[in-house]
């Protein structure tokens, strides 16, 4: 009878963890990968900054970092004047520490162009498919100048129990369950990223 009982208890054991690791792979998702040509097409504003201060804050119990852009070229959208200021979740504050996977925050100094999804600035990163639309320019000894084109996509987890404030705001954001598409072109140079959004835009009218 003790035996038996073990076992019981054994099997409740098991099938809770099925159930628990089932529920967080369900709860983990992927950003959707964009084509150059969607990144431009879905963007509301496209820009040149370069970034002149990066800092931390809290709202509602979570950190976030307030990245303040020196606007130097719009080349979609209408121009929001010299500076912008955009809102990325994660960062750390007075021993508070908030990481998202796969968050690609710019740093301070940084020059670069920035594919905004929307001015609203209410997501949990501004820029349309995340480090998708982040292109640091690059300057070498000689002055060449070239584009940061590491695109990182990760999963996601946004379980309830590694973080409810995290896992609430995440969970209201547009994710695709897969990669749905691969990256079909990216530009290499400054000089080349500028041209394709404006070859991208001509097509578009």
């Known amino acids: 009878m003790k035996t038996k009982q073990i076992i019981t208890d054994f099997l409740i ?10 529920a967080n792979y369900a709860a983990a998702t992927t950003i959707q990968k964009f084509t150059f040509e969607e990144l431009v097409e879905l963007s509301e504003l496209i820009l040149e900054g370069e970034v002149i ?6 709202e509602e119990e979570l950190v976030y970092t307030r990245v303040v852009l020196e606007v130097l070229d719009v080349l979609k959208g209408d121009g ?23 968050q690609d925050i710019p740093f301070e100094k940084e020059r670069g162009f920035y594919f905004i999804e929307n001015t609203a600035n209410d997501s949990v990163n501004p820029l349309l498919g995340w480090s ?18 590491d695109v990182r996509l990760e999963l996601l987890e946004i379980t309830e129990n590694k973080n409810a404030a995290l896992a609430a705001k995440l969970r209201n954001m547009k994710f695709s369950n897969q990669l749905v ?18 070859s991208i835009l001509l097509i578009g009218e």
Do not use: C, M, W, Y
Not at 13 to 22: F, K, P, T
Not at 181 to 196: G, I, M, Y
């Open 132 to 149: 998708q639309g982040h292109f640091r320019i690059l300057t070498d000894a000689k002055g060449n100048e070239s584009l940061d084109t």
């Open 13 to 22: 054991v098991l099938i809770a963890s099925i159930i628990a690791i089932g």
């Open 181 to 198: 598409t691969e990256l079909s072109f990216t530009p290499a140079t400054p000089t080349e990223l500028r041209d394709a959004v404006d």
């Open 80 to 102: 929001p004047g010299e500076f912008i200021e955009l809102d990325f979740l994660g960062g750390e504050l007075d021993g508070k520490v908030v990481r998202v996977s796969g």
């Open 53 to 58: 201060s990066v800092d931390p804050f809290i």
